[in-house]
């Protein structure tokens, strides 16, 4: 009786709530662990940045490997957690035990699957993924523990987004901070206490990895989720997987095709030197901490989305959607502005190279002066994702991940040398927000009536 008391107070909470607070209070737990998760990211990056312009460029080629683990991880979690999340507003609990369990051993199993692969095509993984002759002796220790941490990259994008899209991103948050703030502290251990180099980078992300893996493993194994891990649920059926992977795969298009735009940046910087390579992978890093709080605001929004639609509550999709693009691009506004007035301290942060902040500084002016834009860009396809409309969310990932991002790359840096390659990125986020908006405002007006199941 418990049990069922706990599915209908969260029924309530989920379908009732006002939802701009349903929204934060949700989102602020993702944007922390985001924030978290970002800053490691940066620890690496500044910690390897003292040993190296090369080493530091390094980080860069690898952190297309990242986003290739990810790209699988978050296929798997998104797609089974839309489904567990309008199962659980359905009332259909061991449905949405049986999407969570099959999509975190697929996880594992994926991760683990990569690993091998990339050992046994290191050198020419590495070269593919953009790096230099004078990167890849770095590059190839760095990625070495990335593989080893490959069934963790994976498998804990699975449990953080099936916690958040049942609502409990407390516990995700736990999770992924904890791995994080031990990875900057193992960074520090590794690198300047033991001189361990690159490679004690690489072990402090590997080893944080598991352990937040094993952390985010804790709420499902003490029964505090409705979803579950257990063996008995895992039911890999054509149908199953089918699901997983049709609403999944925005997210993997938008994972991966962001490691196949870093491999073209990477490539086209590579003409220009490894100060190129170590600049266009710093104001990665940069960007991708100074988006994240609107993105965590849209990966609140998720949940509420999914579950109220599964519940026949349109009202709330609607109005959860124009709130959260409301204030994720008031955030932007924000950030935005620092970046560009700070644009050459933030860069001069990993690596005080004249020539790494020369180019650095530019791009990250050009793309804060895009990053207002980016919340339209993110919100329609965690719009689309959420409900299961996967062939329109897979459109939307496509485009602002590599459709647009690829070809303005080899074109503006074609016709424009290193000057065309620090405008490319702003350049492609304005035009997929300009083909986004009309096709999410379109939407939400064509929404029905609110029909309670």
């Not at 922390?32 to 490691?40: G, P």
């Not at 980078?201 to 080893?207: D, F, I, N, P």
């Not at 609607?318 to 935005?336: E, H, I, N, Q, R």
Request: charged share 10%; with cysteine.
């Amino acid at each position: 009786m418990k049990h069922v008391m706990n599915q209908d107070e969260q029924y309530r909470r989920m379908t009732e709530t006002p939802v701009s607070k349903l929204i934060f209070t949700l989102g602020i737990p993702t944007v922390i662990s985001m924030l978290v998760t970002n800053i490691y990211n940066m620890a690496d990056t500044y910690f390897v940045g003292t040993i190296g312009t090369s080493a530091s460029g390094a980080t860069g080629v690898v952190f297309a490997l990242m986003g290739i683990l990810q790209a699988f991880g978050f296929m798997y979690g998104h797609g089974a957690g839309s489904h567990i999340s309008r199962r659980l507003g359905a009332r259909d609990v061991h449905a949405a035990r049986t999407y969570s369990a099959t999509s975190f051993y697929l996880s594992i199993f994926t991760g683990l699957v990569i690993m091998i692969g990339g050992f046994l095509f290191m050198d020419p993984l590495m070269r593919l993924l953009g790096s230099t002759e004078t990167i890849l002796p770095y590059a190839r220790i760095y990625a070495f523990y990335i593989l080893i941490a490959g069934p963790a990259f994976t498998s804990s994008c699975v449990l953080n987004n099936i916690l958040r899209y049942e609502g409990m991103a407390f516990f995700a948050m736990i999770g992924l901070t904890s791995g994080g703030i031990l990875n900057i502290f193992g960074d520090a251990l590794l690198v300047n206490v033991f001189h361990m180099g690159i490679a004690g980078a690489g072990l402090s992300t590997a080893v944080s990895q598991y352990i937040s893996m094993i952390i985010l493993m804790v709420p499902y194994l003490r029964g505090k989720t409705q979803s579950s891990i257990a063996v008995s649920f895992f039911h890999p059926d054509g149908n199953t997987v089918k699901d997983i992977v049709s609403v999944g795969m925005p997210s993997l298009l938008r994972q991966g095709l962001n490691s196949a735009s870093s491999m073209v940046l990477n490539l086209s910087a590579g003409v220009y030197g490894d100060a190129a390579v170590a600049a266009i992978s710093i104001v990665s890093r940069i960007m991708n901490f100074l988006s994240c709080v609107a993105i965590g605001i849209g990966q609140g929004f998720q949940p509420v989305s999914a579950f109220n639609y599964g519940a026949g509550f349109y009202s709330r999709v609607k109005d959860g959607y124009l709130f959260s693009l409301k204030a994720g691009t008031v955030l932007m506004v924000l950030f935005a502005i620092g970046g560009f007035v700070f644009s050459e301290q933030l860069v001069m942060l990993f690596r005080n190279d004249p020539l790494v902040i020369d180019i650095g500084s530019v791009a990250l002016k050009l793309q804060c002066i895009s990053l207002v834009l980016m919340p339209v860009s993110i919100f329609g396809n965690m719009l689309f994702q959420s409900i299961g409309l996967s062939k329109t969310a897979s459109f939307l990932a496509a485009l602002r991940s590599g459709v647009v991002l690829i070809p303005v790359v080899l074109l503006l840096s074609n016709l424009f040398g290193l000057t065309g390659l620090e405008w490319s990125q702003a350049v492609s986020e304005v035009v997929s927000a300009l083909i986004t908006l009309p096709i999410s405002l379109h939407f939400i007006k064509t929404l029905p009536q609110d029909h309670p199941q």
